[in-house]
């Protein structure tokens, strides 16, 4: 059985008439909409009032709703509301899958808050979950206090709710835009959505260490007990990248995937608040007096219990699953770099092979280059017919003497492109780089923001993946009609500022 729930504290309700009036007027616009809609799954679904309790001051309306799901399943939402005086209000919302579902469909449904709830948040002053400030909408960080304010927040060790926050990249449009607002809305009730600004995330990885931080347009979840020394992998991080690449829709992926990874700890942590559990157990106290317990209902939760012991230990393996997964992915990029090593070395011996070769012949081949320095002067000369390399060329790379390499596959482009053999100009790129430099490049058209002699740049292919501050890059203008094609080449290394 697949169970979610959430608890939200409402205040300032002086200007509504009760907390019933307001979510029964709410349930009936919903179900207006929803049923104007054939497609809709809420053809099927029924409120009903399960039971009104007023004790005092405090009053607690149940409401329960089904809804019939594929395969002959139902969802069960109950629905509680507590209201305590005329300023303070609770209410919960508990979501299940019955087994018949569960056990013909288990991977069918990704479920997320109730739509009725982020209604409601707009309608009422929502204050809390868990006791903590959860707005409908993210949290801007705007300022640098407010940096130092969300780094303490997430490293605060008595916080008990999940912490998302979204980035905004510093020299590139964002994968989805008002990704922040979009997942807000989303997850609301499972976990605070803050966002934060992209130059203000130099100062969060500042505080945090690059690790553990999150940058350039990603997203990532801090869960509750956040440790610096422990591992951070442990905190689901979502690149750009990543969502770029998604199949199909990035804003839908995205929001599908950090909901999918919230739900199960949202499960595991729900509780039911004390005012609302209080109110019950009293009322429970009140039954045991006129009669006991049957031996049937004390079984049923002694095994509730030990279901929800046991959910508990299956969120710790996945937990561990994880972390080994990532060790793994370590592992197998270590191993690619030693080829990728290995295979550079083979080269550079056959090189050498072929040097003593041509000096037996009395003939004579230039020594491989030493430095950047060297690797330029020499692909001026051997690359002169194909590539334009000015005197004020700018170079920011580590690349050292392999930029002579780089260049050779630029060389290859070229004459692709002359020959009228270019075809899928990403595979062209990526082919001649995986040969030459062991690093598949990938080409990237389009405005650069960078000018060469007042002519702006629109090609650019990336010899370095990674953090924005790692990733290297060639720009270069076109020169001549294709058969006689040049490339003009005036940068070479990290992304310009």
């Not at 605060?156 to 590139?172: A, F, Q």
């Not at 009293?282 to 279901?307: G, M, N, P, V, Y």
């Not at 012991?309 to 996945?318: K, P, V």
């Not at 050292?400 to 492109?417: F, I, K, Q, S, T």
């Amino acid at each position: 059985m697949r169970t979610f729930g959430l608890a939200v504290r409402a205040i300032d309700l002086s200007q509504q008439k009760s907390v019933e009036h307001v979510f029964e007027k709410t349930v009936d616009e919903w179900r207006v909409t929803k049923l104007s809609d054939p497609r809709s799954i809420a053809q099927g679904f029924s409120l009903t009032r399960n039971r009104d309790i007023k004790k005092g001051d405090t009053r607690l309306i149940e409401y329960l709703a089904d809804q019939r799901a594929d395969h002959e399943g139902r969802w069960r939402t109950l629905v509680r509301m507590f209201q305590k005086g005329a300023e303070h209000a609770w209410l919960t919302f508990e979501m299940t899958l019955d087994d018949i579902a569960e056990r013909f469909a288990p991977a069918m449904y990704n479920v997320q808050p109730p739509r009725l709830l982020r209604n409601l948040g707009k309608l009422l002053t929502i204050k809390t979950v868990d006791g903590w400030d959860v707005p409908v909408s993210a949290l801007a960080v705007a300022d640098q206090s407010s940096v130092e304010d969300l780094a303490r927040e997430i490293l605060d060790p008595k916080r008990i709710v999940p912490l998302v926050v979204v980035t905004e990249p510093v020299y590139t449009k964002p994968a989805v835009r008002d990704l922040g607002r979009l997942l807000g809305e989303h997850v609301f009730g499972l976990a605070r959505v803050v966002h934060v600004g992209p130059k203000l995330t130099f100062t969060l990885t500042a505080r945090l260490g690059k690790e553990l931080s999150v940058f350039d347009g990603g997203v990532r979840i801090y869960w509750p007990g956040v440790d610096p020394d422990a591992s951070p992998q442990r905190h689901p991080l979502i690149t750009r990248h990543a969502i770029e690449r998604a199949e199909g829709s990035p804003k839908r992926w995205i929001l599908e995937e950090v909901s999918r990874k919230l739900i199960p700890v949202a499960t595991a942590r729900y509780r039911e608040p004390e005012a609302i559990r209080n109110l019950l157990q009293a009322i429970e106290s009140e039954k045991l007096e006129e009669a006991q317990f049957s031996q049937l209902e004390l079984t049923e939760k002694i095994r509730t219990a030990i279901r929800e012991r046991d959910d508990a230990l299956d969120l710790e393996q996945a937990a561990f699953a994880e972390l080994r997964k990532a060790d793994l992915e370590k592992k197998d990029f270590e191993a690619a770099l030693f080829d990728a090593r290995r295979e550079r070395d083979k080269w550079r011996a056959l090189y050498d092979s072929l040097r003593l070769k041509a000096e037996a012949r009395g003939e004579h081949l230039p020594p491989p280059p030493q430095d950047e320095n060297e690797a330029l002067e020499q692909a001026r000369k051997s690359f002169k017919e194909t590539l334009l390399l000015p005197t004020d060329l700018t170079i920011e790379t580590d690349l050292g003497p392999d930029v002579y390499d780089a260049l050779n596959a630029m060389h290859e482009v070229v004459l692709r492109e002359r020959s009228r053999k270019m075809g899928d100009r990403q595979k062209a790129f990526a082919d001649a780089f995986g040969k030459h430099l062991n690093h598949p490049a990938r080409y990237e058209p389009g405005a650069t923001g960078l000018y060469y002699q007042k002519e702006e740049c629109r090609h650019r292919v990336h010899i370095k993946s990674g953090k924005p501050q790692d990733t290297e890059s060639i720009y270069w203008l076109e020169q001549g009609e294709p058969d006689k094609r040049k490339y003009l080449i005036f940068r070479i290394g990290r992304h310009a500022p």
